[in-house]
Nanobody
Framework: QVQLVESGGGLVQPGGSLRLSCLFS????????MGWHRQAPGKQRELVAH???????NYADSVKGRFTISRDNAKNTVYLQMNNLKPEATSVYYC??????????WGQGTQVTVSS
């Protein structure tokens, strides 16, 4: 029903920046809450950023002031701009789509590595 494809991950030095993209395929993207979650090996998946259909956002405390989530409803795309990256951000980042009653959908993930 809903398909999510992430892109933009890669290797970046501490203090660098990266922008992740998530392309939504399905019906009525504008009605879904979208989010970015991350999961490192041996750790639980955690919420990084969330954006509601109307555009309101919230962030994990660890990324506030450095990460920005946004959405372009005309392009069915959600973005995560990551600035001043720290090694602790190294993880697989997953795109998430949620809608009441319809449930949740997840992308396959994209690797972000902050090193050197």
């Amino acid at each position: 029903q809903v398909q999510l494809v992430e892109s933009g991950g890669g290797l970046v030095q501490p203090g660098g920046s990266l922008r992740l993209s998530c392309l939504f395929s399905g019906s009525i993207f504008g009605l879904y809450a979208m989010g970015w979650h991350r999961q490192a090996p041996g750790k639980q998946r955690e919420l990084v950023a969330h954006i509601a259909p109307g555009g309101s956002t919230n962030y994990a405390d660890s990324v506030k002031g450095r990460f920005t989530i946004s959405r372009d409803n005309a392009k069915n795309t959600v973005y995560l701009q990551m600035n001043n990256l720290k090694p602790e951000a190294t993880s697989v980042y997953y795109c998430h789509a949620g809608r009441f009653v319809l449930g949740d959908s997840w992308g396959q993930g994209t690797q972000v590595t902050v090193s050197s």
